[in-house]
């Protein structure tokens, strides 16, 4: 029976059965409990965890520049990762990866919504049932989800659900959370609505999450277990809304004008890029604005850094804490005449910063060279609190690299699988199988390879070229388009382990 019908079927039943003048509230077909997958290894002091997840923030744009809290308090005291890449750019795939540690084909979680994406797949796939957030609680921690989940949460017909892993819970489950205000949260499966005023304080969703996070630390400090806390904003997001106090705050501020800004000549590019015509000034002008009301929004965030930080003070719980700061995805405008948006293989919706402050993490330190990404952030938390992950996990731990001695660039990964699926057009098969890739492609020290699914090839000399301007996919020599080729093939197949071996490049 299709899963939709299935839903809906079952909704009418429980209906159905509520007595007479009752209001029923249907539950989910599936009972979710957590596996027994996990490996915990005795540990004396587990560190807690924050995580910070933007939403579309851009690296490349250079919008956490105009962050100085972020900055002063995350970038001068912790490390940036500079080569951290998104396999997937696009929210829920992406969403899905840090959760699980998994490539797309592996998770199966391909696109936003259904069929074959957003929370529904995730859900009727029982990929909750074994997440970073199962794993911490084997091992002892008290987790917290705060923001944005997963694309399409919750259910229509249970907006109470709370998914399993998590001992407290706050996300938007219906309303305008993207859009700053007017919205409901799910508290731990009792709905909560939000004016744009109350009670003289901010309801401004930023603000509301960065307080339920400070009294999470605050009531968390008081005891002795360790915290992990998922803070995902909803920030940068398109509609993008910043808070009242930082409207209008870069009158002055444009969208960055690099070389790929209304890139003159896009043959090079797939078709449906290549006859893209030229941004005019009204364009150019919209992507200013987008991009003001970007950096703006960003303000929020970046104060509740500082006010998280200062609550991890006041608790005693900074020198054990680690912080992450990092997005889900990147963003374009304007680059390669493309308007605004994500989903592109390019380094504009595929880079995104990645901070990481904690015990022993120099402060103010840089890694460069190594190739890291969202598949990695799962097995790195396991790490650094002690648990042996599934063996699903394709990623790779980066605990190691965060030292003073790194191992060996030839150690490491050489490659990092990119993929997209596409997006879901009008009524479709929600039992479709797995839709072919949109493209696939492999972003290495060098280059950056990409096969569309109509047998188009790009390819780019990323040292020679690092704005992606001129494919040399025509050009190249045979010998190392079939090498990227085949290589790729090998890695957009691979699982667990085996993805931890054919990430390296193999001989040519």
């Known amino acids: 029976m299709k899963r939709v019908v299935a839903l809906a079927l079952l909704a009418s039943l429980l209906l159905g059965c509520a007595a007479p003048g009752a209001t029923a509230t249907p539950r989910l077909i599936l009972t979710i409990t957590p596996q027994d997958d996990v490996e915990v290894i005795q540990k004396p002091d587990r560190p807690n965890i924050i995580l910070i997840l933007a939403d579309d923030l851009d690296l490349e744009l250079g919008t956490i520049n105009y962050m100085p809290r972020l900055q002063e308090l995350m970038v001068s005291q912790g490390m940036t990762v500079k080569n951290f890449f998104i396999s997937h ?7 899905a990866t840090f959760l699980r540690g998994q490539y797309t084909h592996n998770h199966g979680v391909y696109r936003n919504d259904q069929p074959n994406g ?5 859900y009727f796939l029982n990929r909750e049932s074994s997440t970073i957030a199962t794993w911490l609680q084997a091992a ?32 938007a489950a219906k309303g305008g959370a993207t859009a700053g205000f007017q919205y409901t949260l799910n508290e731990n499966g009792r709905q909560v609505d939000y ?33 992990f806390v998922y803070l995902s904003t909803y920030a940068p997001h398109f509609p993008v809304k910043p808070a009242p106090r930082h409207a209008g705050m870069f009158p002055d501020l ?38 003001r009301l970007r950096v703006e929004a960003m303000q929020a965030v970046d104060e509740m850094i500082a006010d998280l930080i200062e609550a991890l003070e006041r608790s005693g719980e900074l020198d054990n804490t680690y912080i992450i700061f990092t997005s889900d995805n ?16 390019y380094e504009e919706d595929i880079h995104v910063p990645f901070i990481i402050r904690g015990p022993g993490i120099a402060a103010g330190s840089t890694l460069d060279g190594y190739i890291t990404g969202n598949v990695d952030f799962a097995p790195t938390i396991a790490e650094l609190t002690g648990v ?37 057009e009008g009524d479709e098969d929600p039992d479709a199988p797995a839709p072919a890739p949109d493209y696939l492609g492999l972003r290495t020290k060098d280059y950056l390879y990409v096969k569309y699914g109509d047998g188009f090839v790009e390819l780019y ?34 699982s667990g382990d085996q993805c931890r071996v054919l990430d390296r490049e193999p001989n040519r």
């Open 388 to 424: 042996v992950p599934p063996g699903y996990v394709d990623g790779r731990s980066m605990v190691g690299l965060f030292g003073a001695q790194p191992p060996a660039l030839s150690e490491w990964r050489s490659g990092y699988l990119l993929e997209f699926y596409g997006y879901n």
């Open 89 to 95: 750019p696009l929210c829920c795939p992406s969403r």
């Open 461 to 494: 000399d990323l040292n020679k070229d690092p704005f992606e301007l001129e494919s040399i996919a025509g050009s190249a020599d045979r010998s190392l388009l079939d090498h990227l080729s085949g290589w790729l093939r090998a890695l957009a197949k691979c």
């Open 140 to 171: 002892g921690y008290r987790t917290v989800l705060l923001g944005k989940y997963l694309n399409g949460y919750p259910f229509p017909e249970d907006r109470e659900y709370v998914p399993v892993g998590w001992d407290e819970w706050y996300s």
């Open 195 to 227: 004016a744009e005023t109350g009670q003289g304080r901010s309801q401004y969703i930023t603000d509301v999450l960065g307080r339920k996070a400070r009294e999470f630390i605050q009531r968390a400090g008081k005891d002795d277990f360790p915290f």
């Open 330 to 345: 990147g963003y374009h405008l304007g680059q390669h005449r493309l308007r605004m948006g994500k989903g592109e293989p």
């Open 118 to 122: 957003g929370f529904a797949e995730f």
């Open 254 to 291: 444009k969208a960055p004008r690099a070389e790929s800004f209304n890139e003159r000549d896009i043959f090079d590019k797939p078709a449906r890029i290549s006859m893209d015509p030229l941004l005019s000034q009204a364009d150019i002008e919209h992507l200013d604005l987008e991009y």
